[in-house]
Structure formats: C-alpha cells, structure tokens
C-alpha cells in the first residue's frame, strides 16, 4: 500500500473529524425554534437529539463490511458523502426531509466514528496516542463550535435556523474533496492484496471486545447525559438560563485539555493511578452538581475537565490492538454498541428526574456508572498490555 507523507494525511484526517460533532450540536440551541417551525410534538423534539446517538449504534456495525470491500479510506470518503448529503437534505424547510437528512447525518457520522480510529492504526502506528489525542480535541472542537455557533447566526445575523445549522454544508463539501484528494494516496495497488479485515464474529468472542463496550459506552453515557441535562440541573441549582447555558459550552470546551494526555494513559505504567484518579475526579464533580450554586460550578469544572480524557482513553482502547485488521471490527461494536447504552443515559436521567423532581439520584446512578466505567477501563488496559508484551509465535 502506497503511503501518504504522513503530514498530510493527518491534516486531513483531522479535517474530516471536525465535521462529525457540529452537524449534531448546532441543532440544540435552536430546537425551540425547529419545535415550533415545524410543528414538532415534545416527543418528535427529543428525537432530533437522540436520533443521531442511536445512528451512532446501528449504523457503525455495518462499516466493517463496507471497509472490507472498498478500504477505510474510501469508507470514509462515502462517510463524508453522506454527512454533505444529509445536510444538503436538511436545508429544505419541512419536518419530513429534516429528519431524513438528519438520518444520513448519522449514518455518516457512525461510519467516520469507525474507520477514523482504523485510518490512525494503519498509518501513524507508532504515533497512535499522539493522533488519537489530536482526533479527541478536534471532535469536542466540532462539538463546541456547532453548540456556539447556531445562536449568533440566528439573533446576532438574523439567519433562519434552516441556514444558520445547515452552514456546515460549506466546509463539509470543503473536507470531502480534500479527503478525496488524500485518499488517492492511501488507495492499495491494484496489483497488490488489499489488507485482511478481521470479521466481527471473532471479534465478538473476544472478552475484551466487552471490555471496550463498556469503556466506550459508559463515558459517552455520562457524556450525553450531562450535555442533555447540565443546563437543568444548574437552574435547579440557582443558576440562570443564560448562564446555565454558557456552562454547557464551558463543559465542552474544558475536555480539550486532557484530550491530549488521554490517549497516553493505557500505555502508561501508572494506568490504573491514574484511572481511579480520574474516576475519582468524575465522580465528585458529578456529587458537586447537586450541593448548591457554588459547589455546582466546581462540579461543572471536574466533570469537564475529566471527560475529555475519559474519551480519549475509551479511543486509544478501540484503536490500540495489536493488530491492524482488527480495529475497524472493534471500533464498530465498541461504538455500536457503546453509542446504543450511551442513548440509554438520557432518558433514564430523565426518569429519575421526573419521578423525584431533583437530580439526586440522578447523579447518583451516574456516579455509580463511572465507578464501574473505572474498573472496566484498568482491566482492558491491563489486557492490552499484556497482549501487546506476548510473543507473536
């Protein structure tokens, strides 16, 4: 396989991650006025922002077989394809192809979500840690600039919602022709075998498959629970809407940080110190939210700070096997069906919260979800290491 100039590659890597978060997050701060615009019901309105997490989950468990037949750099070139599409679909102001173009949305989204990690195991092996890092902050600065972006366009420009979400269209078509441009470097020989995918059948026999489920699904449960509830939660605490809201971004953007180091921690030594640590930090900043004004803006520091190498970690596990073939078959059931608990999170949150009127237990069960989330995690790194110190025969 002919190989990039890996500057290259990886600058375009990382373009075509910054258009997988904000196609999604820039939908929230205007949902009121989609809700309205489109004559949504309440139950139609929630299902603009979980519709995406379960495409997450169903979606990304058929990538490995496109990626066996086309390679994961096309894959990703039909990823990006996808996400322009729908968001071209969306642009047309009715519920019916807002749905759908958020649908493709999400399939593109989930089949990028799995070959990215794949792409960085097959070309930056001995930098892995390094670019899974890189691919970390660059996902939450997607995320963070679709959730800051919308409202401006909307009352600072004075853009419809229909044109201030559907503005990622320019770069997405924008990282698309780069991949397409990139990618000519990366295609297999044609007189040469394209590289072996392992099938998801072996992978799925592999106790540490589970392992990274949990790893993967259980941060992002927290992860999503929070974005969906912080802002409710801090006005219960006293905190204002406006406020309340600038919290979240905070949230976001305090992740970016430790998305550097995260990928560095399974290969540490000092792992699992420095996984309970950050469970430790996890869990009391999730117990801060709910003890007062004060305590809830400390919490909202901890838990921001922490999340961001909590996802690092979980995609340093999906990409850090030992062989390469191996990724895109674990990288599909550790987001497929890490996305499909995290979409749980939620909606049991909400339940708790309705049947008690307070976030108590809510934050609770949350807590108790990273404890477990810190076990699974020293486990799979325990795993990791050792398979990687085994002799290969």
């Given at each position: 396989?002919?190989?990039?100039?890996?500057?290259?590659?990886?600058?375009?890597?990382?373009?075509?991650?910054?258009?997988?978060?904000?196609?999604?997050?820039?939908?929230?701060?205007?949902?009121?006025?989609?809700?309205?615009?489109?004559?949504?019901?309440?139950?139609?309105?929630?299902?603009?922002?979980?519709?995406?997490?379960?495409?997450?989950?169903?979606?990304?468990?058929?990538?490995?077989?496109?990626?066996?037949?086309?390679?994961?750099?096309?894959?990703?070139?039909?990823?990006?394809?996808?996400?322009?599409?729908?968001?071209?679909?969306?642009?047309?102001?009715?519920?019916?192809?807002f749905f759908a173009g958020t649908l493709l949305i999400g399939?593109?989204?989930?089949?990028?979500?799995?070959?990215?990690?794949?792409?960085?195991?097959?070309?930056?092996?001995?930098?892995?840690?390094?670019?899974?890092?890189?691919?970390?902050?660059?996902?939450?600065?997607?995320?963070?600039?679709?959730?800051?972006?919308?409202?401006?366009?909307?009352?600072?420009?004075?853009?419809?919602?229909?044109?201030?979400?559907?503005?990622?269209?320019?770069?997405?078509?924008?990282?698309?022709?780069?991949?397409?441009?990139?990618?000519?470097?990366?295609?297999?020989?044609?007189?040469?075998?394209?590289?072996?995918?392992?099938?998801?059948?072996?992978?799925?026999?592999?106790?540490?498959?589970?392992?990274?489920?949990?790893?993967?699904?259980?941060?992002?449960?927290?992860?999503?629970?929070?974005?969906?509830?912080?802002?409710?939660?801090?006005?219960?605490?006293?905190?204002?809407?406006?406020?309340?809201?600038?919290?979240?971004?905070?949230?976001?953007?305090?992740?970016?940080?430790?998305?550097?180091?995260?990928?560095?921690?399974?290969?540490?030594?000092?792992?699992?110190?420095?996984?309970?640590?950050?469970?430790?930090?996890?869990?009391?900043?999730?117990?801060?939210?709910?003890?007062?004004?004060?305590?809830?803006?400390?919490?909202?520091?901890?838990?921001?700070?922490?999340?961001?190498?909590?996802?690092?970690?979980?995609?340093?596990?999906?990409?850090?096997?030992?062989?390469?073939?191996?990724?895109?078959?674990?990288?599909?059931?550790?987001?497929?069906?890490?996305?499909?608990?995290?979409?749980?999170?939620?909606?049991?949150?909400?339940?708790?919260?309705?049947?008690?009127?307070?976030?108590?237990?809510?934050?609770?069960a949350l807590v108790g979800v990273m404890l477990v989330w810190?076990?699974?995690?020293?486990?799979?790194?325990?795993?990791?290491?050792?398979?990687?110190?085994?002799?290969?025969?």
């Amino acid at each position: 396989m002919r190989r990039l100039v890996a500057p290259g590659l990886l600058a375009a890597l990382l373009l075509a991650t910054f258009v997988i978060r904000g196609p999604i997050t820039s939908v929230p701060p205007a949902l009121s006025l989609v809700r309205d615009d489109l004559s949504l019901s309440a139950t139609a309105a929630g299902l603009v922002t979980t519709l995406p997490v379960v495409c997450f989950g169903v979606f990304a468990c058929v990538t490995p077989l496109l990626a066996a037949r086309v390679g994961i750099e096309r894959t990703l070139g039909v990823a990006l394809a996808a996400i322009c599409v729908g968001l071209a679909v969306r642009l047309v102001h009715a519920a019916e192809p807002f749905f759908a173009g958020t649908l493709l949305i999400g399939l593109g989204i989930a089949m990028a979500n799995v070959v990215i990690p794949a792409i960085a195991r097959a070309h930056f092996a001995r930098s892995l840690s390094k670019v899974m890092g890189r691919y970390t902050v660059m996902i939450q600065v997607s995320g963070a600039t679709g959730a800051f972006l919308t409202r401006p366009l909307v009352d600072g420009a004075g853009w419809s919602w229909t044109w201030a979400i559907g503005i990622w269209l320019v770069p997405a078509v924008l990282v698309l022709v780069v991949w397409v441009l990139a990618a000519r470097g990366a295609a297999p020989d044609r007189a040469q075998p394209r590289a072996a995918v392992t099938r998801m059948r072996t992978v799925l026999n592999r106790p540490i498959t589970w392992g990274i489920v949990l790893v993967m699904g259980l941060q992002s449960l927290v992860f999503f629970s929070l974005v969906n509830w912080l802002p409710t939660l801090l006005h219960g605490q006293g905190w204002s809407p406006g406020a309340a809201g600038t919290a979240l971004g905070i949230f976001s953007l305090l992740g970016m940080p430790g998305s550097l180091l995260g990928g560095l921690i399974l290969g540490s030594h000092r792992r699992t110190t420095i996984v309970m640590a950050l469970t430790a930090g996890f869990a009391l900043g999730l117990v801060l939210l709910v003890c007062g004004t004060i305590a809830a803006g400390i919490g909202v520091l901890l838990c921001g700070l922490c999340q961001g190498p909590a996802l690092a970690v979980a995609l340093s596990a999906i990409a850090g096997q030992v062989e390469p073939a191996d990724v895109p078959a674990t990288s599909a059931i550790g987001q497929g069906v890490g996305y499909l608990l995290a979409a749980c999170g939620p909606v049991a949150i909400g339940a708790l919260y309705g049947a008690r009127g307070d976030f108590l237990f809510a934050m609770a069960a949350l807590v108790g979800v990273m404890l477990v989330w810190g076990t699974a995690t020293t486990l799979v790194g325990r795993a990791q290491a050792d398979a990687k110190l085994a002799p290969t025969g």
